[in-house]
């Protein structure tokens, strides 16, 4: 069964900071994957999703990777600002089933 | 930019009440999806559906049921409710055809309905 881990669980850190979370897949066979931010009670809005073809995805200060060998994807934030607390989700699209899978996310604290 | 909107921000519902839970996207899209977020749980795939009139279950859709007659809305029903069914509930969508969910787009989410069961 296809499992999504993602570490840290959470993270606090300092304004201005640049930090990585990771995402890793117990099956590498991974179509595609989509990061999350979600804000508390909230739902999640799509930041970046890496398509089959790609390996990494930019937005801002956002940037994204996927390595399909591993299964391991990072979502690398840039001169961290406490308007990014938030957790952040991972979700990749299995190539075997389909589904799309999410990871429980890693909550950020950026404190000013 | 697409717009997912669930009716509810917060129900609180008595057991045993049927409970109705809306979901309308405005992009055309195909795809909608009902997922619940329970905290160490994270988010479980109840029901979806591909196309009007036409519904898969997900992984968790024992006590629910739902219904798709117009393209751009998804209902969740939950028959009779039991205090184990609150929780949050997200809808989703997302276009393209096929049950390959998430290929070329991103996944729309609403805002959330936060569902008590007293």
């Known amino acids: 069964k296809q499992e999504v881990t993602q570490i840290p669980a959470a993270l606090s850190v300092p304004e201005g900071e640049n930090l990585v979370l990771n995402c890793s897949f117990t099956?590498?066979?991974?179509?595609?994957l989509q990061w999350f931010r979600q804000d508390p009670g909230k739902g999640l809005t799509s930041l970046l999703l890496?398509?089959?073809?790609?390996r990494e995805q930019t937005s801002g200060r956002l940037n994204a990777s996927l390595d399909k060998s591993s299964g391991r994807s990072t979502l690398y934030i840039a001169a961290s600002q406490p308007g990014d607390s938030a957790t952040y989700l991972c979700?990749?699209?299995?190539?075997?089933?389909?589904?799309?899978?999410f990871g429980q996310g890693t909550t950020l604290q950026v404190k000013p | 930019d697409v717009k997912v909107t669930q009716s509810s921000r917060y129900l609180v519902k008595r057991t045993g009440e049927k409970v109705f839970l809306e979901c309308v996207q405005d992009m055309d899209h195909e795809n909608m999806f009902w997922y619940r977020q329970d905290p160490g749980l994270g988010l479980r795939l109840i029901y979806f559906?591909?196309?009007?009139?036409?519904?898969e279950k997900g992984d968790i859709p024992e006590g629910y049921s739902v219904s798709r007659e117009k393209k751009e809305r998804f209902s969740l029903i939950l028959e009779s409710a039991s205090t184990n069914q609150t929780s949050m509930y997200l809808c989703?969508?997302?276009?393209?055809?096929?049950?390959?969910?998430?290929?070329?787009?991103?996944?729309?989410f609403g805002s959330g309905t936060q569902l008590s069961v007293l």
């Open positions: 890496i398509q089959s073809s790609q």
């Open positions: 989703a969508s997302i276009g393209g055809l096929g049950t390959l969910m998430g290929a070329s787009e991103k996944l729309f």
């Open positions: 099956d590498s066979a991974i179509y595609n």
């Open positions: 979700a990749g699209t299995s190539s075997n089933t389909g589904k799309l899978i």
């Open positions: 559906s591909y196309d009007v009139k036409m519904k």
